[in-house]
Nanobody
Framework: QVQLVESGGGLVQAGGSLTLSCTAS????????MGWFRQAPGKEREPVAA????????YYSESVKGRFTISRDNAKNTVHLQMNNLKPEDAGVYYC??????????????????WGKGTLVTVSS
């Protein structure tokens, strides 16, 4: 089992920045692709960003491309999401996820191996 714990959420003004972190514990494996998803009130959970197990390749949704950056540190079992120029529509609960299959993390389709419990991001206009 792998446990994922997110941190770094909070309240930020539009145009501001925030960095989310996800720490993995338990039977961690650097071979997992990792990703971030978000869910706004009344909306379905959607993929935001993903990163391959070795950090070489990253993927972003069109809505965050150019503003968000995903990175990972396998030595520390952490994944980060740097969010810049935040917009009110970026608000929601952000979830960290891990799966051995990259496609699942990139698309959100399929049974994700592991989910975190989420951290709330609020963006004031």
């Amino acid at each position: 089992q792998v446990q994922l714990v997110e941190s770094g959420g909070g309240l930020v003004q539009a145009g501001g920045s925030l960095t989310l972190s996800c720490t993995a514990s338990g039977r961690t494996s650097s071979n997992y692709a990792m990703g971030w998803f978000r869910q706004a009130p009344g909306k379905e959970r959607e993929p935001v960003a993903a990163i391959t197990w070795n950090g070489v390749n990253t993927y972003y949704s069109e809505s965050v491309k150019g503003r968000f950056t995903i990175s990972r540190d396998n030595a520390k079992n952490t994944v980060h999401l740097q969010m810049n120029n935040l917009k009110p529509e970026d608000a929601g609960v952000y979830y960290c996820a891990a799966d051995s299959v990259l496609r699942v993390v990139v698309t959100g389709k399929g049974n994700m191996d592991y989910w975190g419990k989420g951290t709330l991001v609020t963006v004031s206009s």
